[in-house]
């Protein structure tokens, strides 16, 4: 089986679920998930899960993005993109960068954002979008996202262009749609690309396309990124041998059972490795008790 992270380039007119089939036709390999959905319209970094690495999906799917979108001011849609239908027009000549760039700058911090209709969050077990292409319009709730910062890159009204870094759960096209309403003239998000996920990056990633001719060329494995590149963050420790079936078994052990035991604080996270350097999980150390209880075991 392989195991691992591919850090893919998703183009256009690909679902997310679409990237995943094709992954499992190209790998031969069924247990395949992806990190977080991107629109069809969408482009940019898709981690892609394989084998024992699916265990960190929901873990990929937590971390903050960053996003690069145009938004098309004067445009109302009913999907809050420019693929949607046409609710409304309006003139934006009045505009000023000034009045566009200070809007912009009011959404940094916590934000409660209405989740589109468009969407596949599920009410009653149906996707939002399921319900939408119906014509059925149901009652949502804000959601608390935080946006951490907005760049403005480029103004050419009624077009902007800007890069976002924000909170998971974070709609780019909800976020284009709400400057334009408080501006008073609404907004659709015309293009988005993912630049960032977590430690992914875009110049890093790879097409369908080109993952197909590693597989054919046998060198999948010079692109298939290790499970522990995403816990960087956190101290490597490797455990001795008497104590490895204690770790692989995702059970509690002293500090003993560790190579260089040193000095630990409690909550500590910590990636654990066997006596061969094979990544074993992450596992947190409690000071009450003095050990090391698994918080992820791969």
């Known amino acids: 089986m392989i195991n691992g992270i591919l850090n893919i380039y998703k183009e256009k007119g690909y679902t997310s679920h679409d990237v995943v089939a094709k992954l499992r036709g190209i790998t031969k390999q069924k247990k395949i998930g992806h990190t977080g959905t991107l629109d069809?319209?969408?482009?940019?970094?898709?981690?892609?899960?394989?084998?024992?690495a699916t265990k960190v999906c929901g873990l990929l799917t937590d971390k903050d993005k960053v996003y690069e979108a145009v938004l098309l001011l004067g445009v109302s849609t009913d999907t809050q993109d420019i693929s949607g239908?046409?609710?409304?027009?309006?003139?934006?000549?009045?505009?000023?960068?000034?009045?566009?760039?200070?809007?912009?700058?009011?959404?940094?911090?916590?934000?409660?954002?209405?989740?589109?209709?468009?969407?596949a969050l599920k009410v009653g077990g149906k996707k939002l979008?399921?319900?939408?292409?119906?014509?059925?319009?149901?009652?949502?709730?804000?959601?608390?996202?935080?946006?951490?910062?907005?760049?403005?890159?480029?103004?050419?009204?009624?077009?902007?262009?800007?890069?976002?870094?924000?909170s998971k759960g974070t709609y780019i096209r909800t976020l284009c749609h709400d400057i334009g309403t408080d501006l008073g003239v609404g907004g659709c998000m015309e293009t988005l690309l993912r630049t960032n996920v977590s430690c992914f990056e875009l110049r890093d990633s790879l097409t369908l396309k080109?993952?197909?001719?590693?597989?054919?060329?046998?060198?999948?494995?010079?692109?298939?990124?290790?499970?522990?590149?995403?816990?960087?963050e956190f101290r490597a420790v490797h455990i001795v041998r008497r104590y490895e079936t204690l770790a692989l078994n995702g059970n509690p052990f002293e500090k003993e059972a560790l190579?260089?035991?040193?000095?630990?604080?409690?909550?500590?996270?910590?990636?654990?490795?066997?006596t061969r350097g094979r990544f074993v999980g992450i596992f947190e150390y409690g000071i009450e008790k003095q050990e090391f209880r698994v918080k992820k075991c791969f």
Do not use: W
């Open 40 to 52: 069809p319209d969408a482009e940019g970094v898709l981690p892609v899960c394989l084998g024992r």
């Open 129 to 166: 979008y399921e319900l939408a292409r119906e014509g059925i319009e149901v009652e949502r709730k804000k959601r608390k996202v935080f946006i951490h910062d907005i760049q403005v890159l480029a103004i050419e009204l009624p077009r902007v262009r800007v890069r976002v870094h924000c």
């Open 259 to 274: 190579e260089e035991p040193g000095t630990f604080v409690d909550g500590e996270s910590v990636r654990v490795y066997d």
């Open 85 to 119: 239908t046409v609710l409304e027009k309006k003139e934006t000549s009045a505009l000023t960068e000034e009045e566009v760039r200070d809007c912009i700058q009011n959404y940094i911090g916590e934000y409660n954002q209405l989740p589109p209709m468009y969407s």
């Open 210 to 232: 080109q993952v197909e001719e590693c597989v054919q060329e046998h060198t999948l494995d010079q692109i298939l990124l290790p499970v522990d590149k995403l816990f960087q």
